[in-house]
């Protein structure tokens, strides 16, 4: 049974994602839906930007056989371990992967305008809630309990938002949002395995597998000659909205079937993106400048800009990445106060923008 829930979707994905994504590169290139590099390297001067397009039908395809074959062994172990109204949950947030993944297929055809981008992810961040999922206790966490759903779903909403549209940033580094989201969802995976949540565990496994080629490909596809590709809009906010889905999830379950606090270490997996995007909104609204514009302040650029290359910015926010999963990890699996666990993390994060404005800056004086 093991096998359908790790196994099976993941090599399901990976092998679909290797079928289609070599497909999606030929049209898009005979379309001349491709990005210019910023780089000078002639094999880079076009790089095509509907890379995520594959994720939604492979994460269906895989979740989908799992599913099946993991009812036709043994039926009363996957539904006998999901109430009904998980049920109602997977499916509500089924039809908000499908919707922010046709806005983004629009976006990076097209274009959406925000208002029109924001008040459609709006739409799909409120069937979670909807659903019967959202955050209703915070252990502690700067002091709070338990909260009424007038408080806890428009917080719940608003972090959907957030973590959706954090994720498509880091798509400027190679391998960076595919990276990143391989490490979330495999410790999200090990929770789902603890909490023993087998639709949770194959979701995420089905995910990982279908970033495991997009990641090998941007990192070292270039080496067999392989295209570099970007996941685009539909690719991150995919990403973003499952994240998300699956992180409030596992977070309900903390005091219960997991240790308390555990939302420390699920929310622990996304710190990088959802600290990088708080520090630049506060610089721009400093600033008097549009939140909502783009500039190259994200912590990606400002590595680059110290004197950083792309494979050692990769290879640097993967590393503190895991260094802030595993931090939370022994915190809240040793009982540690949640609020000073989240002070310990902002404390890493700031000292570390330190040091990069210090390369910065020493950088800019050459």
Request: proline share 4%; with cysteine.
């Amino acid at each position: 049974m093991q096998l359908c829930l790790t196994i099976v979707p993941l090599l399901l994905s990976v092998v679909l994602a290797m079928y289609i994504i070599p497909r999606i590169l030929l049209v898009s290139v005979k379309k001349d839906l491709v990005i210019p590099s910023e780089t000078h390297d002639k094999d880079r001067q076009k790089v095509p930007r509907l890379g995520g397009i594959s994720l939604f039908p492979v994460l269906v395809i895989s979740v989908g056989t799992s599913v099946v074959l993991s009812l036709a062994l043994n039926p009363d172990f996957l539904l006998g371990s999901e109430p009904e109204s998980a049920i109602v949950q997977y499916l509500f947030a089924l039809a908000g992967v499908a919707t922010v993944y046709l806005l983004g297929v629009m976006d990076d055809l097209i274009g959406v305008s925000l208002t029109s981008k924001l008040a459609i992810e709006f739409i799909a961040s409120l069937l979670i809630p909807l659903s019967g999922l959202w955050l209703n206790d915070f252990h502690g966490l700067l002091g709070i309990g338990e909260v009424p759903a007038a408080v806890g779903m428009p917080v719940t909403v608003f972090t959907i938002l957030y973590i959706t549209n954090a994720v498509p940033i880091l798509d400027d580094v190679d391998g960076l949002a595919s990276g990143l989201a391989m490490i979330a969802f495999t410790v999200l995976a090990y929770l789902s395995w603890l909490a023993n949540q087998p639709l949770l565990l194959i979701v995420c496994m089905a995910m990982t597998g279908m970033l495991l080629p997009l990641f090998f490909r941007n990192v070292a596809g270039k080496h067999i000659h392989w295209r570099n590709l970007y996941l685009g809009d539909t690719g991150g906010l995919v990403i973003g909205y499952v994240l998300s889905f699956v992180v409030i999830a596992l977070s309900r379950m903390g005091g219960t079937i997991l240790p308390d606090g555990v939302l420390m270490v699920c929310f622990g997996t996304l710190l990088i993106p959802m600290f990088d995007v708080l520090r630049v909104a506060v610089t721009r609204v400093v600033n008097h400048r549009n939140i909502f514009m783009r500039d190259n302040n994200h912590i990606h650029h400002r590595l680059m800009q110290g004197g950083m290359q792309p494979m050692g910015v990769l290879l640097t926010l993967l590393a503190v990445c895991l260094f802030f999963i595993g931090l939370n990890f022994v915190g809240v699996w040793l009982g540690w106060n949640l609020s000073l666990l989240m002070v310990a993390d902002m404390l890493c994060w700031l000292l570390m923008q330190v040091v990069i404005s210090y390369y910065k800056n020493k950088n800019r004086e050459f």
